[in-house]
């Protein structure tokens, strides 16, 4: 049996198309092993979010072709589209495939005849309308269900539009479908993953809260989450849906990039910082115990340190349970990239720092806000050292000493206080669910 094996880097939108494209191969008599394996075929699904994240993949690239030199090396996702020609150019390369061509993996490497130079395909990005649809399958706890692929904004720092093509989705019934396929696996979590999830309908004449909507009558799946979306794009209607919904969670992943004005026009956001504060506000009113991810720029061009103090005094003022940070790494190809007053490399790892120090403190103090409360968990398959892992509906995360038939469960329980680890103590006050 050939052996195939896969290596992702960037989004859960990447780790939901590899599941699929996986999936692929699995059916056809291949047998999926581990890319610390020795395989017959590598697959590496890039990102390109930054120049570390091509890096990365340049890396995994050269690993795999001396892990295995006999190997088949394809290379697909974003860096595969924006950088085909200087993947291509790495020897034992054998297959570049852009967007168009992702969903299409196991024809293109079933048809290798010959190995020698790298085949590219790859296409203009304004041309690419096709969707390839997607879940990951692999975890009985959760799957990440791809919803929406592209973007039509035009942030002056990211290179996703020429990566991912134009916002685009399927129809609300295929992805009902594909819903129904995750429950039918015993899976009880869906995350809803997309590039800009909330452009949902651009393509069509159906909407975000339509497909909330359908999903939400999903039999089978008890909770959702929506990995991501833009703060414009979280309209009264869908926070209408989502709190009256039984199975929409209250935990929001929210970019913000900065919160200084100013850099936020530079960058081309859709927003400033009232509306910004206001869906925090709106949302806290709903259920003060919600949690808010945020992301974080650090670092871009014409950033000053007065701008950085507004942007940590505003993240103060929404209190996040968590940042995700991004030092500024200037694309090729973006508006950014040309822009004056770049930030030294020391200055954009100070701020960096700062921000990593500052999450730190802000995901302790929700966790403490949140001791004492009766919550639900689903636990996870996943066992370490005799201890194992669930998350609240507000993605907390818990640990517990092994008990195997709790394994995909959701079980009422009470948060009792932050362990060693720094997860959250749990007691489960349904012994019937022991």
Known sequence: MRRVAFYTLGCKLNFSETSALAGVFVDNGFERVSHSQLADIYVINTCSVTEQADRKCRQAIRKFIRQSPNAVIAVTGCYAQLKPEEIASVEGVDLVL??????RLFEYVNSI???????IFSCEINSVDSFFQAFSSGDRTRSFLKVQDGCDYKCAYCTIPQARGKSRNPSVASIVDEAVK?????IKEIILTGVNIGDFGR?????FTGLLKALDRVEGIERFRISSIEPNLLTDEVIDVITHSGKFLPHYHIPLQSGSDRILKLMRRRYLTKLFREKINTLRNIDPYTFFGIDVIAGFPGETDADFEDTCRFIEEVNPAWLH???YSGRPGTDSEKMDGKVGKETVTARTGQLNGLCRRLHRDFYLKNAGREEQVLFESAIKKGTMYGYTRNYIRTEIPINRDLAGKI?????LG???S??????ITDSNRL
């Open 98 to 103: 852009g967007a168009d061509a992702k969903g």
């Open 113 to 119: 005849r010959n190995r020698g130079e790298a085949r």
């Open 182 to 186: 995750i429950s039918s696996l015993g």
């Open 203 to 207: 393509s069509g004449s159906e909407t």
């Open 325 to 327: 940070i991004f030092p």
């Open 411 to 415: 079980v009422p329980v009470k948060l």
């Open 418 to 420: 932050i362990s060693d």
């Open 422 to 427: 720094g997860n959250m103590n749990i007691k």
